[in-house]
């Protein structure tokens, strides 16, 4: 299956928070792209349609953006929410793409440092075989 979303989505676990019915409320994201994520809230988040702002809290960042609701599914006593995301400001977009960005790295760091090691400990090896274990 070809897919058609133009930016890439990341499974990440982070909090969120939005003004709802007059009250502060918590959700926690189930995946984020740069134009749209995906959260999971235990109360109704409104309607197909419908504008919510929100404070996505990452790594002790807060990033502010507007979501417009595009589907609900509820699952029990669990709501999951499409949105689609609106940053208020160019700092905020800079403050979602970079955060983006980490994320998108970071799953090739582990082998890239783990490549790191195991080329330093092949030259260790060589190096201690040629000079010490003639």
Same mark, same amino acid.
């Given at each position: ?14 909090? *969120? *928070? ?11 994201? *189930? ?104």
């Amino acid at each position: 299956m070809h897919e058609r979303r133009k930016f890439t989505r990341f499974p990440v676990t982070e909090s *969120v *928070v939005c003004l709802r019915y007059g009250r502060r409320r918590t959700m926690r994201t *189930v995946d984020i792209s740069l134009d749209g994520l995906k959260l999971e809230a235990n109360f109704d988040l409104g309607i197909s349609g419908e504008s919510i702002d929100l404070a996505i809290l990452t790594n002790g960042t807060k990033i502010y953006c507007k979501g417009r609701i595009l589907a609900i599914e509820e699952f029990g006593n669990k709501v999951w929410a499409r949105l689609r995301l609106f940053p208020t400001s160019y700092s905020e977009y800079r403050k979602l793409a970079d955060y983006l960005y980490t994320l998108y790295w970071g799953r090739f760091q582990k082998w890239i440092i783990g490549g790191v090691f195991i080329v330093s400990g092949s030259i260790a090896y060589l190096i201690l075989r040629a000079y010490f274990l003639q």
